[in-house]
């Protein structure tokens, strides 16, 4: 692409900020205002396509927008600070799908995608929230935007994922049942787990302990309360029949051999999924749901492809809208230029 817009004598400016659309008298795009290596440079345009990828990035969007606050975890995104909607809004456009994440699995901060740490943290076994209390099927982590709302759900947003040294030893010596990915892929013996827990610990996200009641006090969750959950679930693996929440049986892995491990995961994102209205052309629509003429978006800037909730029904989906919301935009602009 980089390639064609030079063949194409396209100009493009990098390290260069998009800061103010510039309208004229009857609300017509005819530009953009901003700021390249700190100066501000005014670029003439018959039409803008807002395509900068959402908010993500930015802490102070998140909590206004969103019911996470700033305390979701960005993963695999950068720089993405919502300029783009801002200037939208500013030059009169509505807004729309402002509070769609595009909810990612549970895990643990600072971890890479390779991690052998959060792959036992995105494993179908046992998860309980800050109660004490089990809290799904866990085994949507299979669709992972379904876990992420399950966990917005629970007290505090935190959750750990229990299992004991069997389990460890099961998924170091015969694989993991869920991949992370393409770089953890299913099966993967967990070989560095014991290094990578022992990195957990220092972190403060992997408690070890010798009995259920010792784990309860290091993770601060009432004892009783722990060990009626482990209770259950333990029967549960005994009967082969998930009584709570119809989880697949062969997923259901006792809690019984010392020494036991709690996880503890937090809400990960990729990214936001909205914020701009547009009509089936991307053009970016008013207030009054009127165009805004020479006005269009693109990609996470736009809102309407989801409802309320990402969902990942159709792997890549994010990416195909992108793409082609993109061409669109692309297209529609070129008419609109002629």
């Keep these: 692409l980089y390639a064609k817009a030079q063949e194409k004598g396209v100009t493009v400016l990098m390290k260069t900020i998009g800061k103010e659309l510039i309208q004229d008298s009857k609300g017509r795009i005819i530009g953009i205002k901003a700021l390249a290596d700190g100066k501000e440079i005014k670029i003439d345009a018959k039409a803008v396509i807002i395509a900068t990828g959402g908010y993500i990035n930015n802490k102070d969007m998140l909590a206004k927008y969103t019911a996470f606050g700033p305390d979701i975890v960005p993963v695999g995104s950068k720089d993405k600070t919502g300029e783009g909607i801002q200037m ?19 895990g ?3 971890e890479g995608p390779e991690s052998h740490l959060n792959a036992p943290a995105r494993q179908p ?49 015969k694989g ?20 990578d827990i022992q990195r957990g610990i220092d972190k403060g996200f992997v408690f070890v302990a010798s009995s259920i009641k010792e784990l309860a006090h290091k993770i601060k969750v009432d004892a009783k309360r722990l060990q009626a959950t482990i209770d259950e679930y333990n029967q549960m693996a005994d009967q082969r029949q998930d009584t709570l929440f119809v989880k697949d049986p ?13 996880m503890k995961a937090v809400p990960f994102a990729l990214g936001t999924l909205g914020g701009i209205k547009i009509n089936h052309k991307t053009e970016v629509l008013n207030k009054n749901q009127e165009v805004i003429p020479g006005l269009y978006a693109a990609g996470n800037d736009a809102g309407g492809l989801y409802g309320d909730s990402y969902d990942v029904v159709l792997a890549g989906s994010t990416l195909g809208f992108a793409v082609n919301s993109g061409r669109i935009a692309g297209e529609n602009a070129l008419k609109y230029v002629q």
């Excluded at 807004?95 to 769609?100: C, H, P």
């Excluded at 991949?179 to 099966?187: D, E, F, L, S, T």
């Design 88 to 106: 939208a809004w500013a030059a009169g456009a509505d807004s729309f799908g402002t509070d769609v994440l595009q909810l990612y699995r549970p």
């Design 108 to 110: 643990i901060p600072g």
């Design 125 to 173: 076994y046992l998860w309980v929230n800050q109660l004490g209390d089990r809290f799904c099927d866990e085994s949507i982590i299979f669709s992972w935007p379904y876990a992420g709302n399950a966990l917005a759900n629970q007290p505090g947003r935190v959750m750990y994922v229990i299992f004991d040294e069997n389990t460890k030893k099961y998924m170091m010596e």
């Design 176 to 195: 993991i049942d869920v991949g992370v990915g393409v770089m953890v892929p299913v099966a993967t013996k967990l070989t560095r787990l014991d290094a």
């Design 250 to 262: 062969k997923y259901i892995q006792p809690v019984r051999t010392p020494k036991f491990y709690a």
